[in-house]
Structures are given as structure tokens and as C-alpha cells.
């Protein structure tokens, strides 16, 4: 159980992420939903023990991740937002290198890789150097990491960015079956349809506050709106997206 | 005068505002700034930092030079009148083969950035401009980047050196005319340096496809540098070669032709040689910049245009040379991240090219010295024969040794990919401390994988097995020591931090670098000389070592837990 408990942290004098709270139990997933700057790395770099917050604490079975870091890492995947790499490593060699300082048995990080090379359709170019991978390969080869020492908690932060539609689909399906094996997943993403259609649960933040919080459907019915989308417009945007639209078309066509 | 900088200046800025002139500060940006992407964690100096490194060598050359003709001095050592004219010319030799030799390691640092590339491509020809802008805008950055290195390497020099030498005579019209005679010689030396590798760099980039330019870059820069390095040797000859007629042809060639043009100006132009060599020197100016602008014209033809045509090749390929056998000899007694991080970390040195030029480098100074010792005046035959082996002989590995152990510590502090470290930050925690233990290891094997079979083989052959083993043992122990050394607060994963900001006592580093190669290649070759006479006497390293490693260790054992636990500087921007 990943909880975090009245999570704030400012740089300086400017407050990034203020008394956010959740619970999320095994099998759930939890989305979390905000625009720029509304403090979701932070949350992020909170809940993967790099950054200590300035008040509250995050707690994995209920013991403050901070007092065995190296043990809540070994439970814990990650997929960071941009897939940096090292370029110059290959496929195989980062997976290794990864499978490696996870100290996974030799014979399990062999047939992991594997697999999942094979899987992920990178089998192929595993011999090749991740500087000339596409960026939805290079997304392929953060997701294996992640996955395969087998972490408890997942936390995928725009795990699809870059992804081709079979991929993402993929992805998607998997999230879904982790979930259904108990694996917690806390899903950091933009794309409002997939939260929609994987996170059991729901979190919305607005100026590093959270503005709305819950299962998804019980989110949906108290804003009283169908799509997620449209919850997400009431919630956070303060501005008509349709005439902000049609105001740059004013600009561009009268320049 | 008011008036026409106001035109000036006007013209300028409407200069500025056309398209050629936005690509030049583009370009010029570029080579200055390097053609890194912003958040990419090159070497990033700022322009101060870098005129100033080139600056340097010519104002510590200079302030010598105060040492030996400085009129006090001189008067304190009962030296008399001299002509300074004959009596510098070694010394004039020294400043143009110094700058030479600057202006050319700093054209090769900025190598990749005097080429438009393909990012220069996507971003500029989808524009409505016109190649014609874009080659033009290039070349004027290019020339702008030969002057400006041209000018600040001998600044100093043009003004300080003349200064010293005849500074204290009353004539101004002396000063004068050494200084414009010296002046001529450095800055043409500097210009011709410049054209010389970016000549080189261009005939590469023209003649060979795009990814074998790549490949074979680091090589050929490599080669160049050696080149650079061989003609400061040269110095220690340079009166055997100028005064000497059966020397002649040798003269006309660069960097001995530059020294020709002083002399004209100094009034020795009527002198056939003297003629000869400056004529050869103008000459081989010309021709290397002619040589240059057909180079920079064809590969722009060749490479940059065709950039769409070419795949993009990503970094450099996987390096050929394989480690595998001495490397998982030296990993396996290593924890699986430690095995991890040594991989990383072998991978990075031979694979990042940045990292692979640092190394380069320093493998050439070592070369180089190497060299120059197995040239003394001793003769090669000599060093190799005898009872014993020679001081020569027993210094070469420590040399080797010396600047590979030091290169590789250096470029330890040289990031690579910051933004990709998290996957370091997320898997390994402050409390883990055996980074040095990580680093011990590479530095070992990168050195003694090789240097200690090559020393064994060496010797046996001229000396048999008990000085082989001698020699071989002292090798590893004092390599070791070094490494020890070398590593004393290192507590980092090499590449994954900030580079260190350039510090008040980073000058300091550098004469203990300097001082340290003395003491490492001159006294422990020494005193190995001498333990090889009587090979008991090499017991006497033991104890030595001993004292060094454990003090080392003890001294680290007294440190606060907090000062050995792995740092990750902090970035302003990371991936995360």
C-alpha cells in the first residue's frame, strides 16, 4: 500500500505541491491529472524518494519510504516523463546495466530481457545503440526497465508519449492486467481518454492543490459531467478553450 | 571619428537584421558556445573562461622569458650586452610552435562545431533562406573564429616578450621593430595552425561518407594532436636546424619558416635563407587557406546538402575494441551494482567521444613524452642495452601510466547525458559507498591491462626474468599508489555529476598535476634504477606502498560518513 500523507513541498518561498493526501491500495490505479506546473513531477520525484518533502511523508506498508529507500526501490518501477538514456549504450546493455543495479539473479535477468525484448518488439535492434532509437523505442526500453524486476508499485509518468498506436494499446491492456495481478500504479499522464479508461481512481490538481479526488465515476457524477474531459475543462482551465482557439486564428490570419 | 562609429554601428545593426547577418551570430554562437543541444552537459565554458585558457600559455611563456632577459637578472647573474636579435631566436622558436600548438589543440576541440550539421539543416533550409547565406554566413564565422584564436593566443606574448627582452634599452624604435618581427611570425604561425586542421578537417569531410567522417574523426584529430605535440619537441632542436646550412630544406618547412619571417623583419631579410624562409612560409599559408576554402566548398557540396539524403547515423557506433577478457577478470569480484556501474563506466570511456578525446589527449602528452625520452641524447640503442635497464627504459611506463591513470580521473569529472542519471539516482542511495571501489577498478584495468604485460615482455626480452618481474611489480605497485591517489575524496559515479565549476585553486591542480608527473616519472624511475641494480634493494617499495595506501586509508577512516556518501550534484533542469 502506497500511501502519501499531507505531501507538501515549496522551493524557497514558492510552494510547488500543497497537503496532498491519498491512500492507493494493490490493484488500484490511480490517475493523476493536472496541467503544467501544478506540481505533478514534484509529486513524482516526492513518491520516488528523490526529493524529501517539506512537510507530510509517503509511507509504502505503512513505513516512511525514507528510512529503507533502497528496500522501497526494489518494490518500486518507474517510468519517467522523457526517456533519457544513455546513447551510446545498447539496448541489451541498458536493460542489463538496469537489471544489474536491481541486482536481479543472472538467470532471471536473462530470460526477463529476453522475453521481453521479444515482447516489446525490440528483439531485433537490441544490439543497437539507444542514440538511434525512435523515441517510441526508447519509451519501450524505460517500460521494460520498469517492468522487469517484477516492482509492486508502478509509477508511470506519460508512459504512452511517443508510443505507436499498437504500443500504446498494448500499454494500455497491460496496465489493466498488472492492475488485475495487484500491482498498485499511480499514472501520471495528459491524455485524458486513457486515464479515463485505466485509473480506477482520480486525482486532479490545480496550482500544486488537489482540486478533485476519488474513483473516477464518483469524480465524474459529483462535477456532473459525462467525459472526463469535461471535467477536467470545469475543473482546471480558467479560460474558454474554443475562443482562445478562435482568437489565435484571429492573430495569425490578421499579421 | 564620433561620426563614422555611428555609422558603423548603424550599418551593424542594420546589418544584423538581413538573414546573413542573423546566421553569422548563429554560427558564431555555435563555435563558441560548442554545437552541444542546450541541457546536454558538455564542457561548458563560458567565453571569458575559454579566452583566458587560451590566453595563458602565452602570458606563462612570456613571464619566463622576464626570468631570462629581465635586465636586473641578467645584471645579478654578470651577464653582459647581448644581440637580441640572435640571442632569442630559440625563444621566438618556443612562441611560435607554442602558438601553434594552442590555436590547433583549440581549433581541434571546437572540430565538430565548423561544420554545419544536420541540425543546422532541419532548422535552417526549411527557412526561406539560401544556401548561399547559410555557406557564406559559416565561412564568416569560420574566419571570425581563426582571428579571434588567432589574436587572443598571442596577445599576451606580442606585447610581454618583446617587452622583456628589450624593454629596458632606450631605443623605441628596437622595441618596435622586435616586437612587429615577433608579432608577424606568432600570428601567421596561429593562422596557419588554424587553416591547417580545419583544411584537414575538411578534405575528410569531403572525401570520405559521411559516417566513415565520423568513425575516423577522433582518429585523425588524434593524429593531429600528436603532430602539434611533436613540433614542441622539435623546440630543444631548433639552433641544430637554423643555424646549420646542411639543414636547409628542413627550414623551409613549418613551423622553422615562421621564424624566417621574424628574422625579415628584424632586417635579416637580405639573407638567402632567411629570404627562402619567408617566402616558404607565406606560401604555405597560402596554400593551406586555399587548400581550406576548397575543402570547406567541396563538403559543403558533399555533406551538407546531401544530409537528406544520408540516414541520420545517431552517436557514434559500439567501439571495436573489447575489454571483455581483463574486464570480467577485474569485475568479478564486484556486488552487481558495482558490476553495473564498472560497466558503465568502461562503456562511457570508449564509447562517448568526448570522453574518448580527453583520453586521446592525454594518451598523446604521454606518447609524446615517452618518445622524447627514448630520443634523449643517450641514443635508443643505448637505453636498450646494458646489465640493468636503463633510466629511459624503466621511465616510459611510468610516463604511460601516469597519463593514462590522470586522463582517465579527468575525464571522470566530465558528465555525460546528466539527464539520463536518474536511473543511478533511483537505484542507488547516498549510503552507498562504493563508487571508489568502482572507479579503482577501471582505472586499474584501462592501465595495467596492458601497460604490465608489455613492461614484463619488455624487459624479459633485453633483461630476463628477474628484472622482468621487478620491473613489472613495481609497475602494478606504483600504479596503484597513484590510483590511491588519484581517487582520495573521489565519492561520485564517474560522468553522472555536474562538471566541477572552474575554482579559485584549479590553477593549483594543475602544477600538482605537473609537479606530480615529475615526481612519479623522474624520482620513481630513479630510485627503480637503483633498486634494479641490486634487486634486493627493491624491497624498499613495499614499505613505501604500504605507507601510502594505508595512510590513505586511515586518513579516510577518520572522515565524517556524511563525506563519503555518493553525491549527485543537483541540476537546474533534469528529466525528471
Same mark, same amino acid.
Not at chain 1, 29 to 40: E, Q
Given at each position: *500500500?502506497?500511501?502519501?500523507?499531507?505531501?507538501?513541498?515549496?522551493?524557497?518561498?514558492?510552494?510547488?505541491?500543497?497537503?496532498?493526501?491519498?491512500?492507493?491500495?494493490?490493484?488500484?490505479?490511480?490517475?493523476?491529472?493536472?496541467?503544467?506546473?501544478?506540481?505533478?513531477?514534484?509529486?513524482?520525484?516526492?513518491?520516488?524518494?528523490?526529493?524529501?518533502?517539506?512537510?507530510?511523508?509517503?509511507?509504502?506498508?505503512?513505513?516512511?519510504?525514507?528510512?529503507?529507500?533502497?528496500?522501497?526501490?526494489?518494490?518500486?518501477?518507474?517510468?519517467?516523463?522523457?526517456?533519457?538514456?544513455?546513447?551510446?549504450?545498447?539496448?541489451?546493455?541498458?536493460?542489463?546495466?538496469?537489471?544489474?543495479?536491481?541486482? *536481479?539473479?543472472?538467470?532471471?535477468?536473462?530470460?526477463?530481457?529476453?522475453?521481453?525484448?521479444?515482447?516489446?518488439?525490440?528483439?531485433?535492434?537490441?544490439?543497437?545503440?539507444?542514440?538511434?532509437?525512435?523515441?517510441? *523505442?526508447?519509451?519501450?526500453?524505460?517500460?521494460?526497465?520498469?517492468?522487469?524486476?517484477?516492482?509492486?508499485?508502478?509509477?508511470?509518468?506519460?508512459?504512452?508519449?511517443?508510443?505507436?498506436?499498437?504500443?500504446?494499446?498494448?500499454?494500455?491492456?497491460?496496465?489493466?492486467?498488472?492492475?488485475?495481478?495487484?500491482?498498485?500504479?499511480?499514472?501520471?499522464?495528459?491524455?485524458?481518454?486513457?486515464?479515463?479508461?485505466?485509473?480506477?481512481?482520480?486525482?486532479?490538481?490545480?496550482?500544486?492543490?488537489?482540486?478533485?479526488?476519488?474513483?473516477?465515476?464518483?469524480?465524474?457524477?459529483?462535477?456532473?459531467?459525462?467525459?472526463?474531459?469535461?471535467?477536467?475543462?470545469?475543473?482546471?482551465?480558467?479560460?474558454?478553450?474554443?475562443?482562445?482557439?478562435?482568437?489565435?486564428?484571429?492573430?495569425?490570419?490578421?499579421? | 571619428?564620433?561620426?563614422?562609429?555611428?555609422?558603423?554601428?548603424?550599418?551593424?545593426?542594420?546589418?544584423?537584421?538581413?538573414?546573413?547577418?542573423?546566421?553569422?551570430?548563429?554560427?558564431?554562437?555555435?563555435?563558441?558556445?560548442?554545437?552541444?543541444?542546450?541541457?546536454?552537459?558538455?564542457?561548458?565554458?563560458?567565453?571569458?573562461?575559454?579566452?583566458?585558457?587560451?590566453?595563458?600559455?602565452?602570458?606563462?611563456?612570456?613571464?619566463?622569458?622576464?626570468?631570462?632577459?629581465?635586465?636586473?637578472?641578467?645584471?645579478?647573474?654578470?651577464?653582459?650586452?647581448? /644581440?637580441?636579435?640572435?640571442?632569442?631566436?630559440?625563444?621566438?622558436?618556443?612562441?611560435?610552435?607554442?602558438?601553434?600548438?594552442?590555436?590547433?589543440?583549440?581549433?581541434?576541440?571546437?572540430?565538430?562545431?565548423?561544420?554545419?550539421?544536420?541540425?543546422?539543416?532541419?532548422?535552417?533550409?526549411?527557412?526561406?533562406?539560401?544556401?548561399?547565406?547559410?555557406?557564406?554566413?559559416?565561412?564568416?564565422?569560420?574566419?571570425?573564429?581563426?582571428?579571434?584564436?588567432?589574436?587572443?593566443?598571442?596577445?599576451?606574448?606580442?606585447?610581454?616578450?618583446?617587452?622583456?627582452?628589450?624593454?629596458?634599452?632606450?631605443?623605441?624604435?628596437?622595441?618596435?621593430?622586435?616586437?612587429?618581427?615577433?608579432?608577424?611570425?606568432?600570428?601567421?604561425?596561429?593562422?596557419?595552425?588554424?587553416?591547417?586542421?580545419?583544411?584537414?578537417?575538411?578534405?575528410?569531410?569531403?572525401?570520405?561518407?559521411?559516417?566513415?567522417?565520423?568513425?575516423?574523426?577522433?582518429?585523425?584529430?588524434?593524429?593531429?594532436?600528436?603532430?602539434?605535440?611533436?613540433?614542441?619537441?622539435?623546440?630543444?632542436?631548433?639552433?641544430?636546424?637554423?643555424? /646549420?646550412?646542411?639543414?636547409?630544406?628542413?627550414?623551409?618547412?613549418?613551423?622553422?619558416?615562421?621564424?624566417?619571417?621574424?628574422?625579415?623583419?628584424?632586417?635579416?631579410?637580405?639573407?638567402?635563407?632567411?629570404?627562402?624562409?619567408?617566402?616558404?612560409?607565406?606560401?604555405?599559408?597560402?596554400?593551406?587557406?586555399?587548400?581550406?576554402?576548397?575543402?570547406?566548398?567541396?563538403?559543403?557540396?558533399?555533406?551538407?546538402?546531401?544530409?537528406?539524403?544520408?540516414?541520420?547515423?545517431?552517436?557514434?557506433?559500439?567501439?571495436?575494441?573489447?575489454?571483455?577478457?581483463?574486464?570480467?577478470?577485474?569485475?568479478?569480484?564486484?556486488?552487481?551494482?558495482?558490476?553495473?556501474?564498472?560497466?558503465?563506466?568502461?562503456?562511457?570511456?570508449?564509447?562517448?567521444?568526448?570522453?574518448?578525446?580527453?583520453?586521446?589527449?592525454?594518451?598523446?602528452?604521454?606518447?609524446?613524452?615517452?618518445?622524447?625520452?627514448?630520443?634523449?641524447?643517450?641514443?635508443?640503442?643505448?637505453?636498450?642495452?646494458?646489465?640493468?635497464?636503463?633510466?629511459?627504459?624503466?621511465?616510459?611506463?611510468?610516463?604511460?601510466?601516469?597519463?593514462?591513470?590522470?586522463?582517465?580521473?579527468?575525464?571522470?569529472?566530465?558528465?555525460?547525458?546528466?539527464?539520463?542519471?536518474?536511473?543511478?539516482?533511483?537505484?542507488?542511495?547516498?549510503?552507498?559507498?562504493?563508487?571508489?571501489?568502482?572507479?579503482?577498478?577501471?582505472?586499474?584495468?584501462?592501465?595495467?591491462?596492458?601497460?604490465?604485460?608489455?613492461?614484463?615482455?619488455?624487459?624479459?626480452?633485453?633483461?630476463?626474468?628477474?628484472?622482468?618481474?621487478?620491473?613489472?611489480?613495481?609497475?602494478?605497485?606504483?600504479?596503484?599508489?597513484?590510483?590511491?591517489?588519484?581517487?582520495?575524496?573521489?565519492?561520485?559515479?564517474?560522468?553522472?555529476?555536474?562538471?566541477?565549476?572552474?575554482?579559485?585553486?584549479?590553477?593549483?591542480?594543475?602544477?600538482?598535476?605537473?609537479?606530480?608527473?615529475?615526481?612519479?616519472?623522474?624520482?620513481?624511475?630513479?630510485?627503480?634504477?637503483?633498486?634494479?641494480?641490486?634487486?634486493?634493494?627493491?624491497?624498499?617499495?613495499?614499505?613505501?606502498?604500504?605507507?601510502?595506501?594505508?595512510?590513505?586509508?586511515?586518513?579516510?577512516?577518520?572522515?565524517?560518513?556524511? /563525506?563519503?556518501?555518493?553525491?549527485?550534484?543537483?541540476?537546474?533542469?533534469?528529466?525528471?
Amino acid at each position: *500500500m502506497l500511501e502519501a500523507r499531507g505531501l507538501s513541498k515549496s522551493y524557497g518561498s514558492v510552494p510547488a505541491v500543497r497537503n496532498i493526501s491519498f491512500c492507493l491500495m494493490p490493484g488500484q490505479v490511480l490517475g493523476y491529472l493536472g496541467p503544467n506546473g501544478s506540481g505533478k513531477s514534484t509529486t513524482v520525484k516526492m513518491l520516488i524518494g528523490l526529493l524529501e518533502p517539506s512537510q507530510g511523508q509517503v509511507l509504502y506498508d505503512g513505513r516512511d519510504i525514507h528510512t529503507d529507500l533502497a528496500a522501497y526501490r526494489k518494490c518500486l518501477g518507474y517510468v519517467p516523463e522523457e526517456a533519457n538514456l544513455y546513447p551510446y549504450l545498447t539496448g541489451e546493455e541498458y536493460l542489463d546495466m538496469v537489471a544489474m543495479l536491481r541486482a *536481479m539473479p543472472e538467470v532471471r535477468k536473462r530470460r526477463t530481457i529476453r522475453a521481453l525484448l521479444q515482447l516489446f518488439s525490440l528483439w531485433p535492434h537490441r544490439h543497437v545503440t539507444l542514440g538511434s532509437y525512435s523515441k517510441g *523505442m526508447r519509451q519501450r526500453i524505460i517500460l521494460i526497465a520498469a517492468l522487469m524486476d517484477n516492482p509492486d508499485v508502478l509509477i508511470l509518468d506519460e508512459p504512452l508519449s511517443g508510443l505507436d498506436v499498437t504500443s500504446a494499446l498494448i500499454i494500455k491492456n497491460l496496465i489493466q492486467a498488472l492492475s488485475a495481478r495487484g500491482k498498485t500504479i499511480f499514472y501520471c499522464s495528459h491524455i485524458l481518454e486513457v486515464v479515463e479508461k485505466v485509473c480506477s481512481h482520480l486525482i486532479i490538481l490545480r496550482k500544486g492543490q488537489v482540486i478533485a479526488q476519488g474513483p473516477t465515476t464518483e469524480v465524474r457524477e459529483q462535477i456532473g459531467n459525462s467525459s472526463l474531459e469535461g471535467v477536467f475543462l470545469q475543473l482546471v482551465e480558467e479560460r474558454d478553450v474554443s475562443q482562445v482557439a478562435n482568437e489565435i486564428v484571429d492573430v495569425v490570419v490578421s499579421t | 571619428m564620433r561620426r563614422a562609429t555611428k555609422v558603423l554601428r548603424r550599418r551593424w545593426r542594420t546589418f544584423k537584421r538581413t538573414p546573413l547577418g542573423g546566421l553569422l551570430r548563429l554560427f558564431v554562437g555555435r563555435m563558441f558556445h560548442g554545437g552541444a543541444e542546450a541541457g546536454s552537459d558538455s564542457l561548458g565554458m563560458g567565453v571569458g573562461v575559454l579566452l583566458i585558457l587560451l590566453a595563458m600559455p602565452g602570458l606563462l611563456a612570456s613571464l619566463l622569458m622576464l626570468e631570462e632577459y629581465g635586465s636586473l637578472i641578467r645584471y645579478m647573474r654578470g651577464d653582459g650586452v647581448f /644581440d637580441p636579435f640572435v640571442a632569442t631566436l630559440p625563444d621566438e622558436y618556443f612562441f611560435i610552435v607554442l602558438s601553434m600548438f594552442v590555436t590547433g589543440v583549440a581549433t581541434l576541440w571546437r572540430w565538430d562545431s565548423l561544420f554545419l550539421d544536420r541540425r543546422d539543416y532541419m532548422n535552417l533550409v526549411p527557412l526561406p533562406v539560401s544556401l548561399g547565406n547559410i555557406f557564406w554566413a559559416n565561412f564568416c564565422a569560420i574566419v571570425a573564429l581563426a582571428g579571434c584564436f588567432t589574436i587572443v593566443v598571442n596577445a599576451v606574448s606580442v606585447i610581454l616578450f618583446p617587452a622583456a627582452v628589450v624593454g629596458s634599452q632606450d631605443s623605441i624604435l628596437l622595441l618596435l621593430r622586435f616586437a612587429a618581427g615577433h608579432a608577424v611570425a606568432v600570428l601567421m604561425a596561429s593562422t596557419f595552425s588554424f587553416w591547417f586542421v580545419f583544411a584537414a578537417a575538411g578534405i575528410l569531410l569531403a572525401v570520405l561518407p559521411l559516417a566513415m567522417f565520423r568513425r575516423i574523426s577522433l582518429v585523425a584529430r588524434f593524429a593531429i594532436a600528436i603532430v602539434l605535440l611533436a613540433q614542441v619537441g622539435s623546440v630543444f632542436t631548433v639552433s641544430r636546424f637554423v643555424l /646549420d646550412p646542411s639543414h636547409y630544406r628542413s627550414t623551409l618547412f613549418p613551423p622553422f619558416s615562421f621564424l624566417g619571417l621574424a628574422r625579415a623583419v628584424w632586417g635579416r631579410g637580405g639573407e638567402p635563407l632567411v629570404a627562402d624562409m619567408t617566402k616558404a612560409s607565406f606560401a604555405s599559408l597560402a596554400g593551406v587557406i586555399v587548400v581550406a576554402l576548397v575543402a570547406y566548398a567541396l563538403s559543403f557540396r558533399k555533406a551538407f546538402i546531401r544530409i537528406p539524403e544520408t540516414p541520420d547515423a545517431g552517436p557514434l557506433p559500439r567501439a571495436k575494441v573489447s575489454f571483455s577478457l581483463p574486464a570480467s577478470l577485474f569485475a568479478a569480484f564486484l556486488t552487481p551494482p558495482q558490476r553495473a556501474c564498472y560497466k558503465f563506466v568502461a562503456k562511457t570511456l570508449l564509447r562517448s567521444e568526448e570522453h574518448l578525446q580527453v583520453l586521446m589527449g592525454f594518451m598523446a602528452a604521454g606518447a609524446v613524452a615517452a618518445a622524447n625520452v627514448l630520443t634523449s641524447p643517450h641514443g635508443f640503442t643505448s637505453i636498450l642495452t646494458g646489465n640493468t635497464p636503463s633510466l629511459e627504459f624503466l621511465s616510459v611506463p611510468l610516463i604511460l601510466s601516469y597519463c593514462l591513470v590522470i586522463g582517465i580521473r579527468f575525464a571522470f569529472e566530465m558528465p555525460v547525458d546528466l539527464r539520463a542519471n536518474w536511473v543511478f539516482r533511483i537505484s542507488l542511495e547516498h549510503r552507498w559507498t562504493e563508487a571508489r571501489e568502482v572507479s579503482r577498478r577501471v582505472l586499474l584495468v584501462f592501465s595495467l591491462s596492458w601497460l604490465v604485460p608489455a613492461c614484463f615482455l619488455l624487459t624479459l626480452l633485453f633483461w630476463g626474468w628477474v628484472a622482468a618481474l621487478l620491473h613489472a611489480t613495481i609497475v602494478i605497485l606504483c600504479t596503484i599508489a597513484l590510483v590511491e591517489l588519484s581517487l582520495f575524496k573521489f565519492r561520485k559515479i564517474p560522468f553522472t555529476c555536474v562538471y566541477p565549476p572552474f575554482k579559485s585553486h584549479s590553477g593549483v591542480i594543475a602544477l600538482l598535476y605537473l609537479f606530480g608527473f615529475f615526481v612519479f616519472t623522474t624520482y620513481i624511475a630513479q630510485m627503480e634504477y637503483w633498486a634494479l641494480l641490486s634487486p634486493w634493494r627493491a624491497i624498499w617499495f613495499v614499505p613505501l606502498f604500504l605507507a601510502v595506501v594505508f595512510g590513505l586509508r586511515a586518513h579516510r577512516k577518520q572522515m565524517l560518513d556524511m /563525506d563519503k556518501e555518493l553525491v549527485f550534484e543537483d541540476l537546474p533542469a533534469t528529466g525528471l
